[in-house]
């Protein structure tokens, strides 16, 4: 590897079924195919080992060309994806990982996941899920969860499921908490996966137009550490036992956002934050998504 990467050890998060997900990963939402794969290999020489990308997110192939072609290789690196809604199905969500697959470039997937619930057709949702757990008997993936899954998406899905899901990757950020959801995760034993950990997504708060990094409460925590606000809540959620994957495509953000293990934050400054739910949602509702307004042909490999 780059004699640039940090000394600095990722601690693991164990899945409930004994598979380690590094506690930090670079997410790719959003990042355009052809700064996807500078992105990720930026990320690599900082020392990640973990990156998150999705069938909907039309970059899976440069993530994998980006780990392929990296000094860490690919077994040093967990990948994560997820089926997309139009994908849903038994037989659907079997092709679908099919076509992840080859545009990644594995035979296996470390963790994958279903990135929405499909609350109108929650029997496809159903049989999506049947298909994950039978990837996962054949040794095609390591582990299977869900994205955006609410509390009543989790009690039908729970209810049906053999394989209880190893993680529930939702919005989670000061501004945003889902305190209900992440109580719910943890009762079964399903990892709480912050996507927008650092609150990417602008508020409106008081009246006035900010966001968690001028929020003056983590300004002011993150001035204590010589830290950034970013870094600060990065921080924050490993405390909290979150897994975070904050999104970049500046190396030197990345490479910020990653060194996050050196310092600790106090109670107080851990309860601080906790104060600043808002209870306002950044993403989509997921009790609106539908395959009429959110339906999208996932290609071919």
């Known amino acids: 590897m780059s004699g640039n990467i940090p000394d600095i050890t990722i601690p693991d998060i164990t899945l ?26 930026a990320a690599l020489e900082s020392g990640y080992r973990h990156i998150d990308t999705a ?21 040093a690196v967990f990948l994560e994806t997820k ?14 990982f099919g076509k992840s697959a080859a545009k990644l470039g594995v035979d296996q997937i470390d963790l994958l996941i279903l990135h929405q619930a499909l609350p109108s057709a929650f ?51 000061p501004y945003f908490q889902q305190r209900e959801v992440q109580a719910m995760n943890a009762e079964h034993g399903i990892v709480t996966q912050a996507w927008s950990p650092i609150g990417g997504i602008t508020f409106y708060r008081d009246g006035q137009h900010t966001s ?24 924050w959620h490993i405390q909290e036992g979150r897994q975070v994957i904050p999104k970049s495509t500046k190396p030197h953000r990345i490479a ?7 310092f600790e934050l106090t109670a107080q400054e ?13 993403g989509p509702e997921p009790d609106a998504i539908t395959l009429e307004n959110f339906g999208r042909e996932i290609p071919e490999a």
């Open 83 to 96: 089926i997309w809604i139009s994908d849903y199905g038994y037989d659907e969500t079997l092709h679908g």
């Open 212 to 235: 968690t990094l001028e929020d003056p409460v983590i300004a002011s925590i993150a001035r204590a550490h010589s830290k950034s606000p970013a870094q600060v809540m990065l921080r």
């Open 256 to 262: 910020e956002n990653f060194d996050v293990f050196g």
């Open 270 to 282: 851990t309860a601080a934050i906790d104060g600043l739910d808002t209870g306002k949602r950044g």
């Open 55 to 75: 069938a909907a997110y039309g970059n899976e192939r440069q993530v994998g060309e980006a780990v392929h072609a990296s000094a860490a290789g690919r077994a």
């Open 123 to 173: 029997d496809r949702t159903l049989a999506a899920y049947r298909a994950l757990e039978k990837l996962y008997a054949d040794g095609k993936v390591r582990a299977i969860g869900v994205s955006n899954f609410m509390t009543g998406h989790l009690t039908r899905l729970l209810e049906a499921a053999s394989v209880v899901p190893a993680v529930n990757q939702i919005e989670v950020h």
């Open 16 to 41: 409930n079924n004994g598979v380690e997900l590094p506690a930090l990963g670079l997410g790719v939402f959003q990042t355009p195919p052809d700064e996807t794969r500078a992105a990720v290999t």
